[in-house]
């Protein structure tokens, strides 16, 4: 848990203009996260728009990763869904070699009940050669995973923490108040950060460290450090900005600022575009 104490960078996977990875970019991305101060990488989660990659195509950028990793950051890799045979086949077969803990979102689309949500999480920990980090998003998931049902999968030898990013603070107290004191709660909402910190929070996984890895490594080291005056002073600063990131969809936004900023392109994969000329005007103004 010590090793993803901090600010993780949900990483972006950049595409060429043909739809195919785009690894310069990836290596670009990378330097520039790691001189930004980042402690860990999130491959493959929702902003890396695991959805539309392929099993073969995530395997090659989690190797591109983990090859290029001069800082030997901790790698944590996202496999998540809503087939749980499913990905505990995944697990096993799966090459976690130089990863360091696997990132796991709770079921979309089935709205399972907190039963099955416990049942399901219970099989992945219970068949991962890595720890398991909760991910509890109800804004894509469609069910919220309650303080209960993560105190409860909590005490799994192979459960290490969960990113919330419910927006619940009364939720996220419960949980930090009712688990062990090495059960990691890490923000899954960049702009609460130094709210979820103020109540206990470890850290953050953050969208827009793609682009700004050192605002946010002050937000999160502020915190932690107890310097709330610095941590919500630099938070604040990104308000607009942040907004705009998810304005036509994630990692849209971010994409698009990316671009901008001469890192990688814009492009996404289907049901997702590119920014909006309206957008990419907005954003501009910003940075």
Request: glycine share 10%; net charge negative.
């Amino acid at each position: 848990m010590k090793q993803l104490v901090g600010l993780g960078v949900a990483l972006v996977t950049p595409f060429n203009p043909d739809g195919s990875i785009d690894f310069d970019g990836l290596a670009n991305l990378l330097e520039h996260t790691y001189k930004g101060g980042v402690d860990y990488w999130v491959v493959m989660g929702s902003t890396g728009e695991a959805a539309t990659i392929s099993e073969k195509e995530q395997a090659e950028v989690l190797k591109f990763v983990s090859d290029n990793n001069p800082g030997k950051l901790p790698i944590v890799f996202g496999i998540g869904g809503n087939n749980t045979a499913e990905l505990v086949t995944r697990l096993k077969e799966t090459d976690l070699s130089n990863v360091t803990a696997v990132l796991s979102s709770s079921p979309a689309y089935n709205k399972p009940s907190q039963a099955g949500i416990i049942k399901h999480f219970e099989a992945l920990a219970d068949n991962s050669p890595k720890p398991i980090l909760l991910y509890n998003v109800p804004g894509r998931t469609a069910s919220n995973m309650l303080a209960s049902t993560t105190v409860f999968l909590s005490k799994h030898p192979n459960i290490i923490g969960i990113k919330e990013a419910s927006g619940d603070l009364i939720q996220i107290m419960d949980i930090v108040g009712s688990t062990a004191d090495d059960f990691l709660i890490t923000s899954g909402d960049d702009l609460l950060t130094p709210a979820i910190l103020s109540v206990g929070g470890k850290g953050l996984i953050s969208v827009l460290a793609n682009a700004k890895p050192q605002e946010f490594k002050t937000i999160v080291q502020s915190g932690l450090n107890g310097d709330f005056i610095s941590c919500r002073k630099q938070a604040h600063a990104l308000i607009k900005l942040n907004s705009l990131m998810y304005k036509e969809g994630n990692p849209t936004g971010v994409k698009e600022l990316l671009k901008q900023m001469g890192i990688c392109g814009n492009q996404v994969r289907l049901p997702l575009v590119q920014a909006t000329e309206g957008l990419s005007l907005e954003i501009q103004t910003l940075i």
